[in-house]
T-cell receptor, first 116, second 112 residues
């Protein structure tokens, strides 16, 4: 089954304790992206990756890191989480090819993070 | 990136047609328009995408006027299960696809 998976789905942690949220897709997509969703603010892009070893900032990259060493994986790293990073996080992927037909994004189920 | 403006919320009744309009006055020549649907605590799901005129698929239609400064998502004969948030997204197509900005979305509530 074609899908985007995220782990963990729920996480409660404390300020300053480094954490990683994993994202994996099995559709051989070139493009991957991370979003956070907060009440009243909609979806905001954190980082995106056009391909392996190519990453770039979205609208809200502060406090986050990403890496794209393999095509299928795009982990989100919080080196020193703070309470303002409490949010619902979504990973997404798409073909990212030359035709707009390939730009449908497939989203993961979400990771609900609470930083105390 | 073109900024999008949508109504914050809309109400409808089962069986009615719903039209949600998105304004994107500074859309660029290479930009495409995509709509997503999101249910609570789930990731958004692609509905439809277009560049100009009209696009139709099995769930919705997308109307884009000649000036492309707005677009309208049309949901025929909605049901209770269509209650969701709908996002209009304007983005560059092709190899420039990268940074994406979702708007606030429109909360559609379908009543019995």
């Amino acid at each position: 089954e074609a899908q985007v998976t995220q782990n963990p789905r729920y996480l409660i942690t404390v300020t300053g304790k480094k954490l990683t949220v994993t994202c994996s897709q099995n559709m051989n997509h070139e493009y991957m992206s991370w979003y956070r969703q907060d009440p009243g603010l909609g979806l905001r892009q954190i980082y995106y990756s056009m391909n392996v070893e190519v990453t770039d900032k979205g609208d809200v990259p502060e406090g986050y890191k990403v890496s794209r060493k393999e095509k299928r994986n795009f982990p989100l790293i919080l080196e020193s989480p703070s309470p303002n990073q409490t949010s619902l996080y979504f990973c997404a992927s798409s073909h990212g090819g030359a035709s707009y037909l390939y730009n449908e994004q497939f989203f993961g189920p979400g990771t609900r993070l609470t930083v105390l | 990136l073109a900024k999008t403006t949508q109504p914050i919320s809309m109400d409808s009744y089962e069986g009615q047609e719903v039209n949600i309009t998105c304004s994107h006055n500074n859309i660029a020549t290479n930009d495409y328009i995509t709509w997503y649907q999101q249910f609570p605590s789930q990731g958004p799901r692609f509905i439809i995408q277009g560049y100009k005129t009209k696009v139709t698929n099995e769930v919705a239609s997308l109307f884009i006027p000649a000036d492309r400064k707005s677009s309208t998502l049309s949901l025929p004969r909605v049901s209770l299960s269509d209650t969701a948030v709908y996002y209009c997204l304007v983005h560059t197509g092709g190899t420039s696809y990268g940074k994406l900005t979702f708007g606030q979305g429109t909360i559609l509530t379908v009543h019995p």
